[in-house]
């Protein structure tokens, strides 16, 4: 999934995408799976009761290999579910918009539930000092554009998780900071 910018004549929009990417389905898939193969190993091997229809977990001793296979699953299944909840939820999922008919900049993301599940931040056009590219390489790399404020603080406005391609991030940075008349900085 990629991140779409939407442009008028005064107002530039960047979809955000938050925990609905495939590596996340994909994960969650596996580790549910997992969990709960696990966890009916070790049922299965306590009732002496075959659970599953591809493996015959009645034939090991509970103790010690029952209680660790389903305290694996049980882990897995719990991780797996977790994993399902952030993607219902779309955590860290929104949008950056920059409106200059308003003179505001909206930036909105979605968190877990409770008091604090919507995080938002308004500002003003005129309170935006720059447009701040990092880089960093290496073994964990680290591709990310922030929103600089006249007051030194630093609103990330890239996605969590993936770093994007290097083209891909000068040319969405760039092109909010000639929508917003600010120089970039980190290039």
Request: glycine residues 10%.
């Amino acid at each position: 999934m990629t991140t779409q910018i939407s442009t008028g004549d005064r107002l530039l929009r960047k979809q955000i995408t938050g925990s609905r990417r495939l590596s996340n389905y994909f994960w969650a898939t596996i580790a549910s799976m997992g969990g709960v193969g696990f966890l009916l190993s070790g049922i299965s091997s306590y009732f002496k009761v075959n659970l599953l229809p591809f493996a015959d977990p009645t034939q090991l001793n509970f103790l010690p290999q029952g209680i660790a296979m389903g305290f694996y699953g049980l882990v897995g299944t719990i991780y797996g579910l977790y994993l399902w909840l952030s993607i219902f939820w779309d955590v860290g999922g929104g949008y950056n918009e920059f409106n200059q008919q308003t003179n505001k900049v909206h930036i909105f993301r979605w968190g877990f539930p409770g008091k604090n599940r919507k995080v938002e931040f308004i500002c003003t056009i005129e309170d935006v000092q720059s447009i701040k590219v990092d880089l960093k390489e290496g073994l964990n790399p680290r591709r990310a554009t922030y929103l600089r404020l006249k007051d030194r603080r630093q609103i990330p406005l890239t996605r969590v998780g993936q770093p994007l391609p290097l083209s891909e991030l000068e040319n969405e940075a760039a092109q909010m900071a000639k929508f917003l008349q600010v120089p970039l900085e980190g290039l």
